[in-house]
């Protein structure tokens, strides 16, 4: 495997990480503390929980792509 391909493929992965670990922390943040302080209702709540979703689909759709990546990288 050449250097270019493993760079990109650590790059993938460090992307993947950010995304999920900002996703968690903003969901987090959004539900437990920034909501309930701003007095939004659980429609509010429903709506973090939503886009929470997207990004996590987002990341799982990213770590198919790093997998075959990988694959390809191998044989």
Known sequence: MDKNKEQ???RKGRHIG???AVTMLIWLAMNLFIGPALG???RHALLFDLAA???FIYA???IFQLWR???DSQG
């Open 40 to 42: 939004l209702t659980t």
């Open 69 to 71: 990546m990988r694959q």
């Open 60 to 62: 799982g759709i990213n």
């Open 18 to 20: 950010v995304v999920i």
């Open 8 to 10: 990109a493929i650590a």
């Open 53 to 55: 979703l997207a990004g």
